[in-house]
């Protein structure tokens, strides 16, 4: 195929976008140090986010996103970004989270390249990117730091916390580790616990990427950075986030044409090869190598069972009013069958649950994609959702 | 985890078993020279074999079995070589394929590295092995270069010809080219065609092992193989292999013991890694690199429609009298949607058809695994088959 240059996809590498704005961590307890789960800290913190909607007085009309792995804070177009967000059609005035009525705040995650902390950051302490110096990350790390920034902003209150994929992971946690401040929670295509299969698929793009020899131990050049095994692990993630009915019925067996042909052995032939190769250089160009290796192994840490000995008693913290569990059938890496384990746990312990299987082709990444089947059911969640501040 | 050396696992490498044997092929009309599908053209062919049971007086009781990728022709246990083959439970006396009664021959692949001419074989024009001056190798070749082999051998007549995954599909081919050869068929977990998760799967594995830097353009050092590249390839396959439901059962979260961790970062840490990582460096240890991209890319070309325009036109030039085609619900790789395309095609153009789905939980290994469920249906099909050459 033609050569995908850097310039064609991103004139200027810029990770962050440009209507993203960040808030400073005083750490916990205003020492300046964040600590870890699994006994790291991080010292002078930042979380970079995008807010849409007015705040009201009484500061109870919020509504945090939490976003999967490779989504940036920037959920949605405004004045200052008109550029589509990740879920443009979800939020804005009028639509299904409703910026008329909520102030939406999105979260870029603790560990992320997106402007929030993470690997590739400045150590205050080396005045170099932090490499494999970076303390591991946690999924109840990356809620406890979006919980932080949001108490900087003054909210102590949210209305929702939605998530989905790693975000819905967050949002569980969120729910978990701040019980009292959640009201609703909205879970999608998410997961209480990392099972073996999904494991397995995470760990193996983490050892593609760590045995690109530019990867050099973690501790890689900014402008020598390890692509080739993003690329590649990038293509695996991508075939574990759709579903193989979708890419039968768009490529079947088509091939290239014959003129975009490389003369590498056993390059690209067929369409899907193609595909594959352009979005997973998107994502490659643009990714930090160790954001990826960072939060992959947080999502394999997750486990609810840590916060109560079973999983249902993990799940039996969250205490929020009303809670939406949405599965999709088409998914292979978070299946629907954790997706039953999560609203079955939260029935369990007598929460209030709306369980949706959503018809979808598009696999884990429906969630993005299937617009028709997504709105209705966060619109008719949301619209009947009252919640005032205690 | 503990380090595995070579020589826990391979004594001496050693690639060829030692009760198979090896038949020169002549070449097409004598020539010396091998056609080949797409183009080019391979001098004096070496096929591997093994065979059980006695050949009857009219040669006409043989059972032809083709392999899968990674398999040799070491499919049962002999005098000559008491150690299982990867067909033990299914092969041998008083079994389903019962060598009382048949003359059971199974042959290694072409473009293989267990005996028969693959990449890593000498080239006879240069005296050093092919590397990618090896031919591009079809199915289709693999089912011909078989085929001759056994007209080598006398046989012309086959009371059936049985394979899975890799091998059911060149039984599709075999049975397509040389229809009045053929008597009965069984095709296991195949494809009449490649789809395109597929050929995504494949296709990630061979990008992999081409970026191994000792891959070397595909002129690699026989001290010197891309076995990183081989492992994480086997990986990716091996995930495609098994179920996910089948890890859940076995592994679960369980971490591996504290003294076998190693430091690496992002090293192995859950039980499924280690299994995987295992499993995978036994085949990274063995399998010759070059051999796995030639036949996984044979894979992704097989499509039954060329020969007749359509997957059914192609299908109806198979004549076997009875047929018999076996899915498993859990494979991922080769869907059991493709199996019921196989069994509708053979059906429409007039085959006597026995479509089987087993309920297996091993994805599309099941075959190599579930003895109980795989033993009763090709012993019940074999029994009610009788055929006698013309």
């Given at each position: 195929m033609t050569a995908i240059t850097d310039k064609d996809l991103y004139p200027e590498k810029n990770r962050v976008p440009p209507a993203t704005q960040t808030i400073d961590l005083p750490g916990d307890y205003g020492t300046g140090d964040l600590?870890?789960?699994?006994?790291?800290?991080?010292?002078?913190?930042?979380?970079?986010?995008?807010?849409?909607?007015?705040?009201?007085?009484?500061?109870?009309?919020?509504i945090l996103i939490l976003t999967g792995l490779s989504a940036s804070a920037?959920?949605?177009s405004s004045e200052a970004d008109p550029t589509p967000g990740w879920w443009e059609y979800m939020i804005g005035s009028g639509k299904a989270i409703?910026?008329?009525?909520?102030?939406?705040?999105?979260?870029?995650?603790?560990?992320?390249?997106?402007?929030?902390?993470?690997?590739?950051?400045?150590?205050?302490?080396?005045n170099k990117p932090y490499g494999l110096d970076f303390p591991e990350v946690t999924i109840e790390d990356i809620a406890k730091a979006a919980h932080h920034a949001l108490v900087e902003m003054g909210i102590e209150h949210l209305h929702a916390v939605i998530g989905a994929s790693?975000?819905?992971?967050?949002?569980?946690?969120?729910?978990?580790?701040?019980?009292?401040?959640?009201?609703?929670?909205?879970?999608?295509?998410?997961?209480?616990?990392?099972?073996?299969?999904?494991?397995?698929?995470?760990?193996?793009?983490?050892?593609?990427?760590?045995?690109?020899?530019k990867w050099q131990g973690g501790y890689y050049d900014t402008n020598q950075?390890?692509?080739?095994?993003?690329?590649?692990?990038?293509?695996?993630?991508?075939?574990?986030y759709r579903a193989a009915d979708e890419w039968h019925q768009r490529f079947d067996r088509a091939r290239i044409a014959?003129?975009?042909?490389?003369?590498?052995?056993?390059?690209?032939?067929?369409?899907?090869?193609?595909?594959?190769?352009?979005?997973?250089?998107?994502f490659s160009e643009l990714f930090d190598a160790?954001?990826?290796?960072?939060?992959?192994?947080?999502?394999?840490?997750?486990?609810?069972?840590?916060?109560?000995?079973?999983?249902?008693?993990?799940?039996?913290?969250?205490?929020?009013?009303?809670?939406?569990?949405?599965?999709?059938?088409?998914?292979?890496?978070f299946p629907v069958e954790q997706q039953r384990d999560i609203a079955e746990g939260l029935r369990k312990s007598g929460r209030?649950?709306?369980?949706?299987?959503?018809?979808?082709?598009?696999?884990?990444?429906?969630?993005?994609?299937?617009?028709?089947?997504?709105?209705?059911?966060?619109r008719e969640f949301l619209d009947n959702t009252e919640c005032q501040a205690p």
């Open positions: 600590v870890l789960r699994r006994g790291g800290k991080l010292r002078d913190v930042v979380v970079a986010y995008e807010s849409w909607g007015d705040l009201n007085d009484n500061h109870d009309n919020v920037h959920a949605c409703d910026t008329d009525r909520f102030h939406v705040i999105c979260v870029n995650a603790l560990g992320g390249c997106f402007g929030t902390t993470g690997p590739s950051s400045i150590n205050p302490e080396t790693m975000g819905g992971m967050t949002a569980l946690a969120y729910a978990l580790q701040y019980p009292e401040e959640v009201c609703h929670l909205v879970s999608i295509s998410a997961a209480a616990r990392a099972l073996p299969f999904t494991i397995a698929m995470r760990s193996l793009q983490r050892e593609i990427v760590r045995n690109d020899p950075e390890p692509k080739q095994g993003m690329l590649m692990a990038r293509k695996l993630g991508l075939m574990s014959t003129d975009k042909k490389s003369d590498e052995p056993f390059g690209v032939e067929f369409e899907i090869e193609s595909y594959l190769d352009y979005n997973a250089h998107k160790n954001s990826y290796l960072y939060l992959s192994r947080a999502m394999d840490l997750f486990d609810a069972a840590d916060h109560g000995g079973t999983v249902n008693a993990g799940l039996s913290k969250i205490l929020a009013l009303k809670t939406l569990v949405i599965g999709v059938p088409t998914d292979i890496l209030h649950v709306e369980y949706k299987e959503l018809d979808s082709i598009y696999g884990h990444d429906s969630f993005l994609i299937d617009k028709d089947r997504f709105v209705p059911v966060i």
